[in-house]
């Protein structure tokens, strides 16, 4: 088992900024692709960015230039730096950590990011 614990979500404005974090803990094995997913209101999750183990990142195409994946191995923590906040970006952001794409991820319990025009 893995748990994953977020924080950083809020309101902000068009613009602004917000960072998210995310620490896991667990079966250490499972920590390998690591990655945050939001989910707007009425709309299907959907993966933002990921991040391998050895720094190889994925990012959906608006979010490109705006945001920023890393992530810390040795503490096993993964953090979405969000710039230039668009209304549209308003959603609940999921951590979420796997072994691989062929499995199941592990998720967190879920942050809000609102962005007001």
């Known amino acids: 088992q893995v748990q994953l614990v977020e924080s950083g979500g809020g309101l902000v404005q068009a613009g602004g900024s917000l960072r998210l974090s995310c620490t896991a803990s667990?079966?250490?094995?499972?920590?390998?692709?690591m990655g945050w997913y939001r989910q707007a209101a009425g709309k299907q999750r959907e993966l933002v960015a990921d991040?391998?183990?050895?720094?190889?990142?994925n990012y959906t195409d608006s979010v490109k230039g705006r945001f920023t994946i890393s992530r810390d191995n040795a503490k096993n923590t993964v953090n979405l730096q969000m710039n230039s906040l668009k209304p549209e970006d308003t959603a609940v952001y999921y951590c979420a950590t796997r072994r691989s794409y062929a499995t199941a991820p592990y998720w967190g319990q879920g942050t809000q990011v609102t962005v007001s025009s």
């Open positions: 667990g079966k250490i094995v499972s920590i390998n692709i």
């Open positions: 991040i391998s183990r050895i720094g190889s990142t």
